[in-house]
């Protein structure tokens, strides 16, 4: 096989998790444009579907959109019969779904003044939707007997503390922001996850690995992108296709003796 040969995804099944959003969507169109079928999996079935129909006409790869709320155990069962009945064997999973809940300011509140409830809601997308979303997905690998790819999404922030200074004036869908601790706490579990899948899982030939985006350009203001950017080595904060090239490859044959591993794709914010 060929260096380049060994990027392409033709004839494997991928799911993608928060499929419809930011680093989602992009990550779909990335795996679709090497041959995968992908599955968008995303709370929003409405989104998932103009996606995938988006995709299918981009791409020669099958892309369907499937609703699911992954914190929801039944939810997750049903979609993961789904995909396997529509796509066949599952060989990929970006397991990316992430929440800052329904409302913005209770998410951004204060460490001292957070409320239980506020936490609950994050852990239980942030950290129990990981749990369930690779546990269905991860024992369909196993059964099959597949060398599979399983990629988790963390946040620079589960592996390093915000720099509390860069939040003066910073504003996020017109509200104050900070980086709440739930939040960091959250993408911390998400690595332990991950390492803990990787030895688990390695007998069989399934593959575990972490992406971790550094502060990726969504809403954010001026004044905070300049204050994130002056942070960073490379200067800008990172753009949602920034991600594409890392899940790929680690779904691909060019990671086969890549598991385990906690990449910061983060423009160098991380080595500072």
């Known amino acids: 096989m060929s260096e380049t ?22 990550v779909c169109a990335g795996l679709a444009e090497q041959g995968a079928a992908v599955a968008i999996v995303d709370l929003n079935q409405q989104a998932a579907s103009e996606l995938a129909h988006s995709l299918n006409d981009r791409y020669e790869s099958t892309v369907i959109g499937v609703a699911c709320d992954v914190a ?24 990316n779904a992430a929440t800052k809940g329904d409302d913005l300011t209770a ?14 809601q994050i852990m239980e997308v942030n950290v129990d939707g ?19 790819s399983i990629i988790q999404t ?22 104050e922001i900070n980086t709440p601790a739930v939040y960091a706490a959250s993408k911390a579990a ?9 030895t688990y899982w390695a007998d069989c030939g399934i593959r575990v690995n972490t992406l971790v985006p550094g502060g990726v350009s969504s809403g954010q203001n001026t004044v905070f992108s300049q204050s994130y ?3 960073v080595p490379l200067g800008r904060m990172a753009d949602s296709e920034d991600m594409v090239g890392t899940v790929v490859f680690l779904a691909s044959n060019a990671a086969s003796y890549i598991t385990g591993q906690t990449i910061a794709v ?7």
């Not at 990027?7 to 930011?22: E, M």
């Not at 001292?112 to 506020?118: P, Q, R, V, W």
């Not at 369930?132 to 599979?148: F, H, P």
């Not at 998400?190 to 990787?198: D, E, F, M, P, T």
Request: hydrophobic share 40%.
């Open 154 to 175: 963390s946040s620079i922030y589960g592996i390093m503390a915000p720099d509390q200074r860069i939040y003066d004036g910073s504003e996020y869908m017109g509200v």
């Open 72 to 95: 929801n155990p039944d939810s997750v069962e049903a979609m993961a019969r789904s995909v396997s009945d529509r796509l066949g064997t599952i060989d990929i999973l970006f397991n």
């Open 107 to 120: 998410f951004f509140q204060p460490y001292e003044d957070y409320a239980l409830e506020t936490w609950r």
């Open 130 to 148: 990981m749990f369930l979303v690779s546990q269905a997905i991860g024992k369909r690998m196993k059964a099959a007997k597949v060398a599979g």
């Open 5 to 26: 040969g060994r990027f392409d995804l033709s004839g494997r099944a991928a799911v993608v998790t928060g499929g419809a959003g930011i680093i989602g969507s992009k």
């Open 190 to 198: 998400v690595v332990g996850l991950s390492n803990y899948l990787a």
């Open 266 to 272: 983060d423009g160098g914010l991380s080595v500072w």
């Open 229 to 231: 950017s002056n942070r």
